[in-house]
């Protein structure tokens, strides 16, 4: 389950007026440098996402082995209107983004499996009350119990795409102006 979040452009309308048919690859250019500039933002919304659960163990962050932190790209288009979209197509990006409710299904075996892989992954390490250190396996299944005990969430939602889109706005508002003072300055109408 990818996720997708269109980011709100806000002043669009009135540079969309300003532009004709010489500026629009100034445009353009900005858009793609505006893009490649907007990744390293989601990645510190990653990396600064709040804990997945209001438990004092829980790190900050949403990532694990880097393949969500990795994953997200930017689109964008001028026709008809200026639009960016930010995305991440990892499998388990829906449910990193937008959390899991505590309704319905229980997580069962599955979700031991791949609780245990994150586990390893993030290197964490619990003992039992006889000090004794837990498997990744059994570190899973007490994870998942607990999980399956939360009355509203079982993941918190993180919102990265959510939490980045007001920056990732500023950096292609400011990005396009660059450009059409360029092209003013430049005497290109």
């Known amino acids: ?3 997708r979040v269109k980011v709100p452009m806000g002043r669009m309308g009135q ?3 300003k532009i004709s048919a010489n500026i629009r690859p100034y445009i353009q250019k900005a858009m793609r440098v505006a893009a490649r ?3 390293p933002v989601l ?3 990653v990396m600064d996402a709040p804990p997945a659960s209001d438990s004092p163990h829980s790190k900050k962050g949403a990532y694990a082995g880097g393949s969500y932190l990795g994953g997200w790209e930017v689109d964008h288009t001028m026709s008809p209107k200026i ?4 995305y991440n197509k990892t499998a388990y990006a829906g449910y990193v983004d937008k959390g899991v409710r505590a309704r319905g299904k229980l997580m069962g075996i599955a979700a031991s499996k791949n609780l245990a892989i994150w586990v390893k992954q993030r290197g964490i390490k619990f003992t039992d009350k006889t000090g004794r250190v837990l498997t990744e396996k059994q570190m899973a299944w007490a994870i998942l119990i607990a999980m399956n005990k939360r009355k509203d969430w079982r993941l918190k939602p993180r919102k990265t795409g959510v939490r980045a889109s007001p920056r990732i706005a500023e950096i292609f508002h400011k990005r396009i102006q660059e450009a059409l003072d360029r092209c003013s300055r430049d005497g290109i109408q």
Request: glycine residues 0%.
């Open 43 to 45: 990645s510190a919304r």
């Open 83 to 86: 639009a960016v979209w930010v």
């Open 15 to 17: 540079i969309e007026k």
């Open 1 to 3: 389950m990818s996720i």
């Open 37 to 39: 500039q907007s990744i």
